[in-house]
């Protein structure tokens, strides 16, 4: 076990640990709807039973190996068509605090966490609106932590400890994960949202070079461009034409997994 000694430097409440939930996501919005919690208010668990991710989809981790937390803020004034910056937010805490362990951790846009060409975690967030505003905002997290093995057939996953064969405590990494995302929500209640785009942007996964996608019209060849201040991933193909796609508009299409050294069968975790 590593790194069990983190103290933390930024004020937030104690994280709620439950045995088992049926979602982290859905447990902190029902908390939330009863009574408004503090900022960075989190509720983490080893096991749930309807996990969610994106799209959607369900996700599978295995009773006390992952970290699966959701935590909320109350954004002050943050309108709805800058509701992204809360994507950058989660996404540069996440990879900050993982590549203090392993090299070659970027962000796959908008908010999925990658070791190379594979997955370790993901994140669903969930915005409530008040008129035009951002009046609450949850995001629940699954991070592949130290689950060695995975009856799905998910094609790119990875766990931490897959990657660096140590074995890691869920609390401790959730805390530093959790400092690391108060410090960007204090830039962005301050309207230092610059710092967050530029760190951002730096931190993607395949921001140079070229590389092969797939949309409506079928498979093609671009490089990185830009995002857009509402999220939209801007892209640059072989001919020189400028796309732009909103999620769930383009897909990555990734290389098959390098097996070497790791085990096949994983699949990535989230509420």
């Not at 939930?21 to 983490?44: G, M, P």
Request: include cysteine; aromatic fraction near 10%.
């Amino acid at each position: 076990m590593v790194n069990e000694l983190f103290k933390r430097t930024i004020n937030f409440p104690e994280p709620v640990f439950l045995e088992e939930t049926v979602s982290t996501n859905l447990y902190l919005q029902a908390l939330c709807d009863r009574i408004r919690q503090e900022d960075l208010t989190c509720v983490y668990t080893s096991f749930q039973s309807a996990g969610r991710g994106q799209r959607g989809n369900s996700w599978e981790s295995e009773k006390g190996k992952n970290l699966l937390f959701s935590f909320v803020v109350y954004p002050s004034r943050l309108e709805a068509g800058r509701q992204f910056l809360l994507s950058q937010i989660t996404a540069l805490a996440l990879k900050e605090t993982l590549s203090q362990f392993a090299d070659n951790i970027h962000i796959k846009w908008p908010n999925d966490i990658y070791w190379k060409d594979r997955k370790l975690c993901g994140t669903l967030i969930e915005n409530d609106l008040t008129g035009i505003h951002i009046s609450r905002s949850i995001s629940g997290t699954g991070v592949n932590l130290n689950q060695e093995r995975f009856a799905s057939n998910a094609p790119n996953p990875i766990s931490l400890k897959q990657i660096t064969g140590h074995t890691y405590c869920p609390k401790d990494m959730l805390l530093q994960i959790l400092e690391r995302t108060a410090h960007y929500f204090g830039l962005l209640e301050t309207e230092q949202t610059g710092v967050l785009t530029t760190r951002y942007k730096q931190c993607l996964y395949r921001k140079d070079g070229l590389h092969k996608y797939k949309d409506k019209g079928g498979e093609f060849m671009a490089s990185f461009k830009d995002i857009e201040p509402s999220g939209k991933l801007v892209l640059e193909d072989e001919d020189g034409a400028i796309r732009k796609y909103m999620f769930k508009e383009v897909e990555y299409v990734l290389p098959s997994p390098t097996l070497t050294g790791l085990n096949k069968n994983s699949n990535t975790t989230a509420p």
